[in-house]
């Protein structure tokens, strides 16, 4: 069996500069991933096969350089996901509770009970309509079909409601 052949072109410039592109690797910041690039590198022109090579060695720090930018924008853009998922997750501040405090909740009952007591003095109608369209989420061309109206009259119906609702607001602002 021959002995395989030694290393030519890009193999042997990697081979005997290894250590200084190591070291310039470490000297662009690369770090503790210095080592993962260099093995990578290798791993690229060891399956490249770009063919002859005027410059060896500045091919070899071209593409290291290279390696080096492509791992820092990966890392720029994980880092933005990261933020992007960890703000998207977070909503509330850390240590405020997202549970409503015990006074929010007797306020926003008192508020539902004014509306409600508000909606009672309306057209039942235009109270139905409202109800319909706002709190079960239904379309205003559903709601105006289940009651059997025009989607005008509905619309004037619900702006009937949105008025009554605004001036009982004016009125819990200056209480």
């Not at 890392?75 to 006074?103: K, L, T, Y």
């Amino acid at each position: 069996m021959a002995d395989p052949a030694p290393p030519a072109g890009l193999e042997a410039a990697f081979l005997t500069h290894r250590a200084a592109l190591l070291r310039f690797l470490v000297a662009r910041g690369a770090g503790d991933a210095a080592e993962d690039l260099l093995h990578e590198l290798w791993l690229r022109i060891e399956t490249a096969r770009p063919g002859p090579i005027a410059s060896p060695l500045s091919y070899l720090y071209r593409a290291a350089d290279s390696l080096m930018i492509d791992r820092y924008r990966a890392e720029r853009q994980a880092r933005r996901r990261e933020h992007a998922w960890v703000d998207q997750q977070a909503g509330a501040q850390p240590g405020v509770s997202e549970e409503a405090s015990a006074e929010r909740l007797l306020i926003g009952r008192e508020y539902a009970q004014l509306v409600a007591e508000r909606l009672g003095t309306l057209d039942p109608r235009a109270a139905a309509a409202f109800r319909r369209h706002r709190i079960d989420g239904l379309r205003q061309r559903e709601v105006a079909r289940e009651l059997g109206i025009s989607l005008s009259t509905l619309e004037s119906d619900l702006r009937i409601v949105y008025r009554a609702l605004a001036a009982l607001r004016e009125e819990i602002d200056e209480a």
